[in-house]
């Protein structure tokens, strides 16, 4: 609001700063202006506040972590460490509800209950009947995805045996859970007895819970998560790159816009199709509009850029930006990062927010419900009242700024772009692994939070990154963050990367850093560095590989369940912001130090960009010297003189 000055401490992002001059001059309030109000406390920050009884709240000071207990005797290192297992449940419940729903939904499609989805990948789904153990044969596709439907949601509930998908990782790491006992059983079960474990007066020994946090959040990467992502490819389509733009300059003055939200996409495929039907477009022209323009926030963005091109209006942090451009008529919301503020401000606007899912309403909303079996008349009708509402419409004011991507990148495609149709293979995505044309491979993943400059931690990471030679593959809102920075375009590699990173990126047509798809869309990168791994030559697991993830601007606790399956399932992973444990000296170390003996690989914290990149680069360098495949080489340091450069 007015007292915020200098926008640009704020955000990197143009679009993002005319938009928070127009709050500040119209008295809006954002999630900027709520940041500064909100100053948190050194106990929630510790992880050290437990409130889980109403014998509490109690609070352990960090400072002196040995004095005081719990109203039950509870310590530190059991407080700090219940929280972080519940932040691990919360996330894996998120991304597998979503993946539930998926489920259904192939179900009824597969059993003709619904007339609006049908399987559009058959390669997939044979794929995903194989790793199942779903006999094909001479078998109707629609019987397949039936029974590949139904053994996915029975997963859910499954009480004992090994999670299937999660066959999928290399031998060496299943038997690392498997000694452990973290191999997951079912991802209902998993989340339940997270929950359980952690309620007062059961699980008070801080490295057993956090051994069913790693089952938890293995349910989830290689369950929840892997059974969204597979099951919308086969529904859906399996994406492929296209083309299409960022930013909030998507918007237009003279179209009918209408921003679709959340993270699943079971909706907004239909209103993608739905806004395309020749009635809806005759409706807009009759309400004196151009046409329907559709543009995405968040996840949902994501799933429909990857499949069909819908530009993105923005991240996380943009969502309330988008409304204060006074042109989005219909903002479409379904679960997960969806402010509540967005209903106050666009009660100053004449846009629509419009909730869809019976799981999650909010004040200042309108609910219209959808259900799959009638989902595209649930579509028409939205968009039908976004056209209605064009003629309320005030004054506009839309930044004119949008950045070219190339988006839609996975498993499938790095093994088809390498290898080609005919022989299909990671073997020449190894080679330039081992023969040091690619460093190595980097996951960036997650959220924005204001409580760092927006896009900016992202931003520098990734340019850092590639700039070292490392290909960067990103999901969420993060990705997001860098396409608007023109980083997602082939013509970046000959201009920051290293020789042998932007031959190997020009040799087969593709941007270092390759956007991969939504938060459910990390199990894509499992199943990559799975391949590596399977292709051979880079070690016999997933933890031998050069490779690391990141989440430099993480808020959602969605994202510590990412971060505590990367890990376990071997790849080094290092958070910004601000971590969760600080608390408790024994669980950080558990997790910062002993998990490099139980798992092979570990988390690690580190807010500044420039060291978490040379945390990354160290690490990936230790890989290559232990596989034998080192080459000394200098740091590359981004410095300001190369970003103005850039800037040109
Ligand atoms: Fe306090 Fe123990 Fe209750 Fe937590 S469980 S609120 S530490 S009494
Ligand atoms: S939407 S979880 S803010 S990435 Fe997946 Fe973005 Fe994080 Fe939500």
Redesign the pocket.
Known sequence: MAEIEDFGELTSCEASIEMLRKAAEEGQETAFDRVAQQKGCAFGEAGSCCRICAMGPCRINPKKPDESRGVCGATMDTIVARNFARMIAGGSSAHSDHGRAVAETLIMAAKGETADYEVKDRIKLLEVAADLGVEVGDRDINDIALEVGERCLAMFGQQEGELALAQRAPEPRKEIWRKLGVFPRGIDREVVEMMHRTSIGVDQDYENILLQGTRCALADGWGGSMIGTELQDILFGTPTPLESKVNLGVLKEDEVNIVVHG?EPLLSEMIVLAASLPEMLEKARAAGAKGINLAGI??TA?EVLTRHGVPIAG??LQQELAILTGAVEAMIVDV??VYQGIGQIASCFHTDIITTSPRAKMPHAKHIEFHEDHALETAKKIVSEAIDNFKNRGKVQIPSNTESLIAGFNHEYINYMLGGRYRASYRPLNDAVIDGRIRGVVGV????NPRVKHDDIHTRVVRELIANGCLVLM????AQSVAKAGLMLPEVAREICPQGLWEVCEAVGIPPVLHCG??VDNSRILIAATAMVHEGGLGDDISDLPAAGCAPE???E??IAIGQYFVTSGVYTVFGVKWPTLGSKAVTDLLFEKYKDLYKNCWDYEPDPEKMVGKILNVIDNKREALGISAKRERVLFDMAMRRELEV
């Open positions: 993270h968040c996840c994501n991240n996380v997960q990062c993943v997650g959220c924005n999901t969420g809102c993060a939504s938060c993480w808020m959602s969605k994202a």
